[in-house]
C-alpha cells in the first residue's frame, strides 16, 4: 500500500531534507585526490552530530542508513563501476575518478535520502558527460510527477532521454517511497512505458533516482557484499532527490 502523508508530516520531512541537503553540500566540498571514502564517512558522522544549519541542533539528527540491514557505516561511497551502497573504505581517491555519495537521515522520525555524484579532480569530458546527463534524466523526471500521472510515465521520461543521449538506465535498481521507514512502497522504476504502474497521488512522498551507465545496465554485487556495480565495469552516476506531491507537481525536500 502507497501511503500519503499529511501536510504537517511533509513539512517535517521538508525541515530533514533542508538539513540533509546542506550536510550533502559540505561533503561533496570535501571531495578531493588523496582522501579515502572512510574519512568522507567520518565526515559524514560528524556533521550529523553537529550540523551546518544551527537551527538544527535542537533535536537529535540519526543516521538512516548505518545499522539498516547491516550496513556498516553512514555514508555509501560508489566510486566508477559501482552504482550504488558501496561500503567507505581506505580506499584512496585519484584525480579522475567519479564518486557517487548517497546519505539518508531520520529527523523527528521520518527519513529523507538523497545522492549526488561528484568528480574527484579532473575529469574526462565524457564522464563529465555522463554525470551531466544523469542529472538533467532526475530533472525531466520530476517534471512528471504530479497528480494523474503514473509512475510509468516518470520510468519512460528517464529511460527514453537517457537511452537518446547512448547511455543506459540500471533497470535491477529503482527509487522508492519514505517517510517513517526508509523504504515504503512504491518502488519507483527508471524505465518502463506510459501510463502504467501506480496513480501518482497529492500526498505521496517518494526518492526519485535515476542510475546511469556507460556500459550495460546489467549489474552485479561489489566484493564488499553491500553494494552494486556494472557487471561489465563500465562507469556510473547516479543522483537522488526526496520529493513530495503537491496539487502542482513536485516539491523537491532535499534542497536547502
Given amino acids: 500500500m502507497i501511503q500519503t502523508k499529511t501536510p504537517k508530516e511533509i513539512e517535517i520531512m521538508a525541515e530533514g531534507g533542508k538539513i540533509l541537503a546542506s550536510i550533502m553540500k559540505e561533503l561533496e566540498k570535501k571531495v578531493r585526490p588523496g ?44 566510486i566508477n563501476e559501482e552504482i550504488v551502497h558501496a561500503v567507505p573504505s581506505s580506499r584512496i581517491l585519484k584525480e579522475g575518478d567519479i564518486l557517487s555519495l548517497d546519505l539518508g537521515i531520520q529527523w523527528k522520525g521520518f527519513h529523507t535520502d538523497m545522492a549526488v555524484t561528484v568528480p574527484v579532480g579532473k575529469i574526462d569530458p565524457e564522464v ?20 494523474g500521472n503514473t509512475f510509468g510515465d516518470i520510468g519512460n521520461t528517464i529511460q527514453r532521454y537517457v537511452e537518446g543521449q547512448g547511455f543506459n538506465v540500471v533497470r535491477d535498481l529503482c527509487g522508492h517511497g519514505i517517510g517513517k521507514e526508509l523504504h515504503e512502497e512504491p518502488k519507483i522504476l527508471n524505465y518502463g ?11 505521496m512522498v517518494f526518492c526519485l533516482e535515476p ?40 516539491k523537491i525536500l532535499t534542497v536547502i
Avoid at 41 to 54: F, Q, W, Y
Avoid at 215 to 223: E, L, M, N
Fill in 128 to 147: 563529465q558527460r555522463l554525470i551531466r546527463i544523469t542529472k538533467k534524466a532526475l530533472k525531466r523526471g520530476l517534471k512528471k510527477i504530479r497528480p
Fill in 211 to 250: 542510475m546511469v551507465t556507460v556500459g550495460d545496465w546489467k549489474i552485479k554485487k561489489t566484493a564488499d557484499g553491500y553494494g552494486y556495480q556494472t557487471e561489465d565495469s563500465s562507469l556510473s552516476a547516479h543522483f537522488e532527490h526526496a520529493v513530495a506531491v503537491t496539487e502542482n507537481g513536485a
Fill in 35 to 78: 582522501i579515502t571514502t572512510k574519512e568522507l564517512d567520518g565526515v559524514a558522522e560528524t556533521l550529523i552530530s553537529c550540523p551546518p544549519k544551527p537551527w538544527a541542533k535542537v533535536d537529535k539528527i540519526q543516521c538512516s542508513f548505518k545499522g539498516h540491514e547491516s550496513f556498516p557505516a553512514c555514508l555509501c561511497t560508489s
Fill in 193 to 203: 512505458k506510459r501510463k502504467t504502474g501506480p496513480e501518482i497521488k497529492e500526498g
